[in-house]
């Protein structure tokens, strides 16, 4: 049976709260959307959401407390005096049918913003330093998709918001001792912005490798 515009916008719903949760990453998701919007059929809809809940139904944000962040860092003490200052190598990034990645070594800005239309963008903190204590990121989408990515070590706070999207939060909470103070807002219109933790991949290999340089 042929699909309808409506059907199509309610799986675009669907992958968008699931990017904000992150159940779908960035690559993932913006496959499965642009297979969405050129899908004809049911047949050609269904399988893109078989392995996500309906729109709509998310569970519950459970903000990490300092001991769970501080006990889920397995590659010791962060020495964030040594992380904190220097100048920013980017204050923001932008992304228009296509998309952007800030991680590795690189130096995010005091006030940092982000915009994605029909796109998809990455922030990945594990590996930053920080131009200031006190950081705001700013993510902006609208029919797109952006993940940000914190250590367990830093303190987080999410404050932004989705009109027909999601703007998903596993990150608030409070990080080690010294550590910067981030905070992540925005909106999300017709898309999905999703704010959690990961350990770094050096820590999860077990082993120390080298700084990885930032993507542009």
Not at 16 to 39: N, P, Q, S
Not at 180 to 194: K, N
Request: aromatic share 8%; glycine share 16%; with cysteine.
């Amino acid at each position: 049976m042929r699909a309808s515009d409506a059907e199509r916008e309610r799986v675009a719903e669907a992958l968008r709260d699931a990017v904000a949760e992150g159940r779908l990453d960035m690559e993932e998701f913006e496959e499965r959307l642009e297979a969405t919007y050129k899908a004809r059929t049911h047949g050609e809809l269904a399988p893109l959401v078989r392995d996500l809940p309906a729109p709509g139904v998310r569970p519950p944000s459970v903000p990490a407390s300092p001991a769970s962040a501080a006990s889920s860092a397995s590659s010791g003490e962060v020495d964030w005096p040594s992380r904190i200052g220097g100048t920013a190598t980017s204050r923001g990034a932008f992304a228009f049918w296509g998309g952007f990645g800030r991680r590795g070594t690189w130096t995010v800005g005091r006030k940092f913003t982000a915009f994605a239309m029909w796109g998809g963008g990455e922030i990945d903190l594990r590996e930053a330093r920080f131009e200031s204590a006190e950081t705001v990121i700013r993510c902006f989408t609208i029919m797109g998709g952006m993940g940000v990515t914190v250590p367990p070590e830093l303190t987080v706070r999410v404050r932004g918001f989705g009109l027909m999207g999601g703007f998903g939060d596993r990150a608030t909470g409070e990080g080690t001792p010294g550590s910067p103070r981030v905070t992540v807002t925005g909106f999300a219109l017709m898309g999905g912005i999703g704010v959690e933790r990961k350990q770094r991949k050096t820590a999860k290999r077990g082993v120390a490798g080298g700084p990885r340089k930032e993507l542009r």
